[in-house]
């Protein structure tokens, strides 16, 4: 699949290019359901399927103070979208000059000259060009003018919701991580180096890898199963995303005990993926109360490993 990023590379005459466009921010089932209708369209008129997507975030440029946390960075975006059964992604440099086209421009400069549309699959609330001026209703009209199909994709709904990157958010933030992963199609995850701690949790028999993520979106603050990628395995354990009250802290931490694993991890990068939250941070009266309580989010975090891997061996079978 190929990954371009500048308009002056894209290949001249690729056959029928059907495409849509879009943020995608989180790549969720509702955007894979666009991808799938895309790609499918594509192979029944021989084509090619595209997705048009930006870096930064459009808002990122014009309004940072309003842009929303991101689900995913551009990397990992880009990496699952690979996995969708795409021919071409274009990931542009969203920069002050692409935000000033207007959208007779953006159509006529971008989509037809150098991309060559023929049918083109957005979300009913897709608007593009200057100031986001241009609508489903101004892009059926260009299609016309040019020559190529608008297809509106309606709301996409899954165990009776619909579908959105704000939903997915405000779940992560509040911690129910469980529920957005029902609506991303997989465990929400975040990147991070192993770096040195307080070495606190050896000492109270559960030692722990501290996790410094540039991620935007870190879930809240609690007690999480989780599953950890590294090095091409994965391993179990449960995660702390909090202050530490108990012994004062003052500066957030993700640390991960990770089960029946004794390997060196400072200076790594590691991925966690979030599988059910077990509780909420809170302080506890002594040291001897929270080293109680730990054991105890251990064996809630086993038995719900056990449950996420039983459901996960249903699903590919």
């Known amino acids: 699949m190929a990954v371009i990023t500048d308009l002056r590379a894209f290949p001249k005459s690729l056959p029928v290019p059907i495409m849509t466009i879009g943020n995608f921010d989180g790549v969720h089932l509702g955007h894979q359901a666009i991808f799938r209708m895309v790609s499918q ?3 029944d008129v021989s084509g090619t399927s595209i997705v048009l997507t930006f870096d930064p975030h459009p808002l990122k440029v014009l309004a940072p103070q309003h842009c929303p946390l991101l689900i995913t960075p551009t990397a990992k975006k880009l990496s699952i979208m690979r996995g969708c059964r795409l021919d071409v992604i274009v990931c542009l440099p969203f920069t002050p000059g692409l935000a000033d086209l207007t959208p007779v421009a953006f159509v006529g400069d971008v989509l037809v000259e150098t991309i060559g549309l023929r049918e083109i699959y957005v979300g009913y609330d897709f608007a593009f060009g200057k100031g986001r001026q241009g609508t489903t209703a101004l892009l059926q009209e260009l299609g016309g003018r040019h020559g190529f199909q608008v297809h509106i994709i309606e709301p996409i709904v899954v165990e009776g919701r619909v579908v959105s990157s704000s939903i997915i958010r405000q779940w992560i933030q509040d911690g129910s991580v469980h529920e ?24 109270l028999g559960f030692p722990t890898a501290n996790v410094h993520s540039t991620y935007e979106l870190i879930p809240g603050r609690g007690v999480y199963a989780v599953v950890v990628d590294w090095r091409e395995q994965r391993y179990e354990g449960v995660a702390n995303i909090g202050f530490n009250p108990t012994f004062g802290r003052t500066q957030l931490s993700i640390e991960i005990h990770l089960f ?8 790594e990068t590691v991925e966690v993926s979030f599988v059910q939250k077990i509780r909420d941070e809170r302080a506890f009266p ?3 109360d929270l080293v109680k309580q730990i054991g105890q989010d251990v064996e ?14 249903l699903s590919s079978s």
């Not at 992963?181 to 991070?192: E, H, K, P, V, W």
């Not at 809630?300 to 061996?313: C, D, E, G, K, Q």
């Open 41 to 43: 369209r594509a192979r």
């Open 180 to 203: 957005a992963a029902l609506l991303l199609g997989r465990l929400y995850s975040i990147a991070g180096t192993v770096v040195e701690g307080y070495r606190k949790g050896r000492e």
């Open 260 to 267: 029946h694993f004794s390997q060196q991890l400072y200076g």
């Open 286 to 288: 002594s040291v001897t």
């Open 300 to 313: 809630a975090a086993h038995s719900l490993l056990a449950a996420h891997r039983h459901h996960a061996s």
